[in-house]
């Protein structure tokens, strides 16, 4: 069992930048890969950023890439992703999720989830 509580959510100015963490409960941290989801009102919710359990791979949409950096501390048994360059369309409830297997970007092969952060990108 695997409980994922994100925070550092905010609003921003476009351009800005944020930095979200998800600590993690559990003592199999380590051996889950790790991934970053969002949801915009109205929108699925869609694939941002994923990370293997080594933190060896790392795989990110077209849409963040270049702009948002994930990564992981085991020994913290906490993610984060790093949010530069944000913009409008970032805004969003940011999602991490755990699944004790490598790293994907669907969203339902996520078994465990946090409750979300809302990040706001004001223009």
């Known amino acids: 069992q695997v409980q994922l509580v994100e925070s550092g959510g905010g609003l921003v100015q476009a351009g800005g930048s944020l930095r979200l963490s998800c600590a993690a409960s559990g003592r199999t941290f380590s051996s889950y890969a790790m991934g970053w989801f969002r949801q915009a009102p109205g929108k699925e919710r869609e694939f941002v950023a994923a990370i293997s359990w080594t933190g060896g791979n790392t795989y990110y949409a077209d849409s963040v890439k270049g702009r948002f950096t994930i990564s992981r501390d085991n020994g913290k048994k906490t993610v984060y992703l790093q949010m530069n360059s944000l913009k409008p369309e970032d805004t969003a409830v940011y999602y991490c999720?755990?699944?004790?297997?490598?790293?994907?970007?669907?969203?339902?092969?996520?078994?465990?989830w946090g409750q979300g952060t809302q990040v706001t990108v004001s223009s």
């Open positions: 999720a755990a699944r004790p297997a490598r790293a994907t970007m669907a969203y339902d092969e996520y078994i465990y």
